[in-house]
């Protein structure tokens, strides 16, 4: 079993900064893709930020410049978010996709982290 856990949401003023960070564990042999997804009260689950194993980033439009995605070689990915906005709150989740120790395919989904930013 593949677990995902989030941490580093809070509750930060309009302009301030957080960090998101998210590990893996379990029988995980090879993580392809890290993602960061958010979920805004009322809205559709979005991608935030993606990153590949070979470092490849991509970004949704509303987060560029602000955002940045980056991982390690421990198996965990962050995103730290800058400049951030109340059009920023909502849940984020870590996605990971990737290969178990058997060499099954993957997708697993963190539980969330609420981030809320006031004006």
């Known amino acids: 079993q593949v677990q995902l856990v989030e941490s580093g949401g809070g509750l930060v003023q309009a302009g301030g900064s957080l960090r998101l960070s998210c590990a893996a564990s379990?029988?995980?042999?090879?993580?392809?893709?890290w993602g960061w997804y958010r979920q805004a009260p009322g809205k559709q689950r979005e991608l935030v930020a993606g990153?590949?194993?070979?470092?490849?980033a991509n970004y949704g439009d509303s987060v560029k410049s602000r955002f940045i995605i980056s991982r390690d070689n421990a198996k965990n990915v962050y995103l730290q978010m800058n400049n951030l906005k109340p059009d920023d709150t909502g849940v984020y989740y870590c996605?990971?996709?990737?290969?178990?120790?058997?060499?099954?395919?993957?997708?697993?989904w963190g539980q969330g982290t609420q981030v809320t930013v006031s004006s």
């Open positions: 996605r990971d996709l990737g290969l178990r120790v058997d060499l099954r395919p993957f997708g697993s």
């Open positions: 379990g029988d995980i042999f090879r993580i392809n893709f």
């Open positions: 990153i590949t194993s070979g470092g490849s």
